[in-house]
């Protein structure tokens, strides 16, 4: 097959040997990075299911087998010449991703019948060695002495029925997806180099790609060939369901392994006669009634195990159908071994007995450093590392993993605490004297703000109202003869202010950093020095008291914390809280903590915000520096805890979006605008120079914020 | 609103009281003639006809374009006729929007040449001659414009005209139905508890697989084939729930894009227009849904 020459395909050895300098000047192919945004849409909408797509290394042609979570397909795809249809492979590729779970292959049932065959499955099979945690495919995976084998014929039969399937189903790709079959026939290894059982297990390979080729094969093989085609056919019919590929995968399975088990060359070839016609008048033959099928085939020398090479758009089932318990380890091994992609590929699996036993062991280290959790089965995924809350005023809330590209459920506990008041509002008192020259200036403003909101619209065009003086008017034109203005009802927009607001405050260690010295030598709090921390709370007790006046909603809480389990959400004043002396106070108890962890912080704040009636709310998170903590995003490695603290925190502003409030990041970081314009797509922020305008700017904002 | 759009309150009446047809106004109230198609996905009817019974008010929550409002256009027809009636209930719709008033709803004194005069708004024109009211996604409008229908909503089956100082009493057959969609997640956008309370909530969907086929292909008018792509298209899209989009595409969006179908055009084409660029504006969004199209039809 190798001579012949498929028009558009690039020769196949190309990528094992990665001998690819010779064809730099052609297309460089699709990158999966390049379509996985597109494509991992198209996954998710073809199977409902979210998952990653990660990339395997280029000149290693091994291929990973999926899990429920994760999809592995080569970084780079250049079997082609032409990017479309590079891209197409992937697209056929996960399409049949899909097609297992749409067309049902996990859903497999031991007791329910086959459409197209008598049941080889024995009917006491319910009552064999089914324990709680098995599947029914692995249930009946044991039905076979040699398991490895067993669940390679299943999986083709299987990618026979869901590839004629998924053609039906989506009539858009069925020249494309006949392209990809044609290309992956064009692969496939000689047929005169193989052994009997090899070669009709090729034979069954190439069936399953709708190979329209006559076979050449030695005499021996004709017969099981045709039968083989003959237990074959019913897969393609359009209710055809897993079972019968299960029963199918049974004769096959019996057909391979009847075979001699010797090396090549056993007799010349010639063509197989395979019409229709032919296989349809074969009569057939009689299959083992006993299974585990009887001794014999076990011990009659298996010494070469029946190899099946792969086709490269299909996937492996791997551990996904036979909730193995082996299989959990094996697949971790597997995984990071695509994390390290200079590590040695495992030598091909000849172990002929119980899958799994002789698979080597995975090595300590990278075992004992894995950290991958979410590479593992949703199950493993879902149950580690949950938490629980188990106060009151604990709240526990999810994560947004942006590798994984799902939420870590119960992952962070926010711990709300009232913050002690001092004796007396010193601090309070102090920033008010401080900005007493400014003060009027805000105040003007402020309520300026409250006139605005409580405006009468007169003589208008439309309203629930008549406006009396204009409709006398009206009514005296019309009387005297001249035409009335119809602008004769008071219209009241939007009625009074209707806002609520939190002020987020960033409490953590960086905010105990010494700010520039003022110009005008202010010296507030006794000292020489004020710090960032110190220009926040002032904010706050400048935000208090105009707030109070302009009489909206409003909550300032500070945050900060060490790590998932305790994220600290200090209160300086609730939602329903009136400013008073005693809340005054706590302003002086603000001192600098640890980290800042902003994705859990914003979520309790919606989760306060959403519990106020208002038109409009208003979530304004204030902060000197990139969202860090100490378990924010590390397990990912050295330099991902920024991108992951960023999309966690970008998640949860959207979050707040969702949820009718508009959020807004203010920012006291010269090197603000590196992150912010990804952590804030969409958002609006600000990043101010100068400290020193905190108060002001932020008085003004919220000015135009809430207008 | 200029007054002289306004109609007189006489003519209101006896048009609502009067034949068949849509009213010309622009209005809110009109009685079907043939039987509106709708097929039931559950329960709904009978919940629908029990209610309706006890006269206890019924809220109806879905998506936008699963078929809140074809519904109750076909109970208004279907009750009626389950009674002897030739014709539906007299239904009066109104879409509620953040300026919608309490005057909007119950009236108002307008001007005309002769003096001032009191007009009914559609809410109180149900009241005075039943038949069913709708109010469609009514969490748009204000809660404060929502209080008007307390009164209406309980035992009293009173409503009060305040700048009348009069106090209605509802006809015997006056029936009140609201929608929403809850979609939309919004606390800004929710009832007040005390108006929720008052309503039997029937939820809706988007109706499984098979059957909206059935609804498009008799929808649109095409055959078979393009009706089960169509409804798959509408399955697989809809996988893309609210973290990529915020609402998958309705039935009613399938449907014109199987008109479009119809009509001679491409079906590619037709699903892009009239799903895709419906539904969102995101380029990377866009290319994966066409990817998706581009699967399902040829």
Excluded at chain 1, 502 to 528: C, I, K, M
Excluded at chain 1, 531 to 536: H, V
Excluded at chain 1, 668 to 689: A, F, H, K, P
Excluded at chain 2, 250 to 267: C, D, E, H, M, N
């Amino acid at each position: 097959m190798k001579d012949d020459t498929l028009p558009g395909v690039r020769a196949a050895d190309i990528d094992i040997d990665g001998d690819a300098n010779d064809h730099l000047h052609d297309h460089p192919g699709q990158t999966l990075e390049g379509v996985a945004p597109v494509l991992g849409l198209y996954y998710r909408a073809l199977s409902g299911r979210k998952t990653a797509l990660l990339p395997y290394g280029d000149g290693n042609s091994e291929q990973y087998s999926d899990t429920h979570t994760a999809i592995r397909l080569p970084e780079r795809m250049r079997r082609f010449f032409s990017g479309h249809d590079n891209f197409i492979w992937y697209k056929i590729a996960l399409t049949h991703r899909a097609a297992h779970y749409e067309g049902g292959t996990f859903a497999f049932s031991l007791l329910r019948p086959a459409k197209h065959f008598a049941a080889l499955r024995p009917s006491t099979m319910d009552a064999m060695q089914r324990h709680a945690r098995a599947s029914d495919l692995e249930v009946f995976f044991s039905l076979f002495a040699q398991r490895k084998l067993a669940i390679e014929v299943f999986t083709v039969m299987e990618d026979l029925r869901l590839d004629e399937w998924a053609k039906r189903r989506y009539c858009g790709l069925r020249g494309a997806y006949q392209k990809i079959q044609q290309a992956a026939l064009h692969e496939r290894p000689s047929l005169s180099e193989l052994g009997p059982r090899n070669a009709l297990a090729e034979v069954m390979v190439r069936i399953s790609l709708a190979s329209a080729q006559a076979f050449s094969l030695p005499a021996l093989l004709h017969e099981p060939a045709r039968q083989l085609m003959q237990v074959m056919q019913p897969l393609l019919l359009q209710d055809a369901c897993v079972e019968d590929s299960a029963e199918a995968a049974m004769r096959a399975y019996c057909l391979l392994v009847g075979l001699p088990n010797m090396e090549a060359d056993y007799g010349p070839s010639s063509p197989v006669e395979m019409t229709p016609a032919q296989v349809l008048a074969l009569h057939e033959p009689r299959w083992p009634a006993i299974w585990p099928e009887p001794e014999r085939t076990h011990l009659e020398g298996d010494v070469l195990a029946t190899m099946m090479a792969e086709v490269s758009y299909r996937d492996k089932l791997g551990s996904r159908f036979t909730d193995h318990k082996d299989a959990g380890p094996l697949e971790q091994q597997a995984i990071y071994r695509f994390a390290e992609a200079d590590a040695d590929p495992p030598a091909f699996d000849t172990a002929p007995d119980k899958f799994g036993a002789e698979r080597s062991k995975p090595t300590e280290a990278p075992m004992a450093q894995d950290q991958h959790e979410h590479f593992g089965e949703e199950e493993a995924h879902f149950h580690s590392g949950q938490l629980h809350s188990n106060d009151l005023l604990s709240t526990i809330y999810p994560e947004w993993d942006h590798v994984a590209a799902a939420y870590k459920r119960n992952w962070c506990r926010v711990k709300e605490s009232h913050i002690a008041p001092v004796l007396s509002a010193k601090y309070f008192e102090q920033t008010l004297r401080g900005y007493g020259r400014l003060m009027p200036h805000i105040q003007n403003q402020f309520e300026r703000i409250a006139r605005e909101g409580m405006l009468q619209i007169k003589r208008a065009a439309d309203g629930d109202d008549l406006d009396l003086d204009a409709a006398i008017e009206s009514m005296i034109d019309m009387r005297a003869g001249r035409s009335p203005s119809d602008r004769v009802y008071v219209s009241r927009p939007r009625m009074a202010r209707d806002v609520a607001v939190a002020f987020l405050v960033d409490q953590s260690a960086s905010t105990a950093e010494h700010a520039e010295p003022l110009s005008h030598g202010l010296n507030l709090h006794g000292r020489h020095y004020r710090t960032i921390l110190d220009f926040e709370k002032e904010t706050a007790a400048l935000l208090m008291a105009s707030l109070e006046r302009l009489g909206d909603t409003y909550g300032i809480y500070f945050f900060s914390g060490s790590g998932r389990e305790d994220v600290q959400f200090r209160v300086l004043k609730d939602f329903d809280e009136r400013l008073s002396d005693r809340i005054a106070a706590r302003i002086d108890n603000i001192k600098p903590l640890h980290t800042t962890r902003m994705g859990p912080a914003i979520r309790h704040t919606i989760h306060k915000l959403r519990g106020q009636e208002a038109r409009t709310k208003l979530l304004m998170l204030i902060s000197d520096g990139r969202p860090f903590d100490l378990d924010y995003g590390q397990q990912y490695g050295e330099n991902a805890e920024v991108d992951y603290a960023i999309n966690d925190t970008r998640q949860a502003l959207n979050e707040a979006r969702e949820a009718g409030i508009t959020p807004f990041v203010l920012t006291i970081d010269s090197q603000g605008n590196d992150y912010l314009r990804t952590m804030c797509d969409g958002i609006d922020y600000e990043v101010l120079d100068d400290i020193n305008q905190l108060p002001t700017r932020l008085l003004a904002l919220y000015r135009t914020l809430t207008d | 609103m200029p007054p002289s759009q306004f109609p007189s309150p006489s003519h209101a009446l006896s048009a609502t009281q009067s034949a068949a047809i849509p009213i010309a106004h622009g209005a809110e109230s009109y009685r079907a003639v043939d039987e509106p198609f709708y097929l039931p996905v559950s329960d709904e009817v009978s919940l629908f006809e029990a209610a309706h019974r006890e006269r206890i008010p019924v809220l109806l929550k879905g998506p936008t374009g699963c078929g809140k409002t074809r519904f109750v256009e076909y109970m208004a027809w279907h009750l009626a006729h389950k009674t002897g009636g030739d014709s539906a209930y007299g239904l009066t719709t109104v879409s509620c929007h953040e300026d919608l008033t309490a005057t909007d709803l119950v009236g108002r004194y307008l001007l005309s040449s002769d003096g001032t005069h009191w007009i009914d708004g559609p809410l109180t024109r149900a009241v005075k001659s039943g038949g069913i009211c709708y109010l469609d996604e009514v969490v748009e409008a204000r809660k404060d414009t929502i209080v008007v229908i307390h009164s209406l909503t309980d035992h009293r089956r009173l409503l009060p005209l305040e700048k009348k100082g009069e106090l209605l009493k509802a006809h015997p057959d006056f029936f009140l139905v609201v929608s929403y969609n809850p979609g939309y997640q919004s606390s800004l956008k929710d009832l007040k508890h005390s108006t929720r309370q008052r309503f039997v909530s029937i939820e809706f969907d988007y109706p499984a697989q098979a059957l909206e086929q059935r609804i498009i292909a008799r929808e649109a008018g095409v055959g078979a084939a393009t009706a089960e792509a169509l409804a798959l298209a509408g399955v697989k899209i809809r996988h893309l729930d609210q973290q990529n989009l915020l609402e998958g595409p309705s039935t009613r969006l399938l449907i014109y894009a199987g008109r479009l179908i119809a009509q001679g055009v491409a079906p590619r084409r037709a699903c892009d227009v009239a799903i895709i660029q419906a539904m969102t504006d995101d380029m990377l969004l866009a290319k994966g849904l066409r990817q998706v199209i581009q699967a399902i039809f040829p």
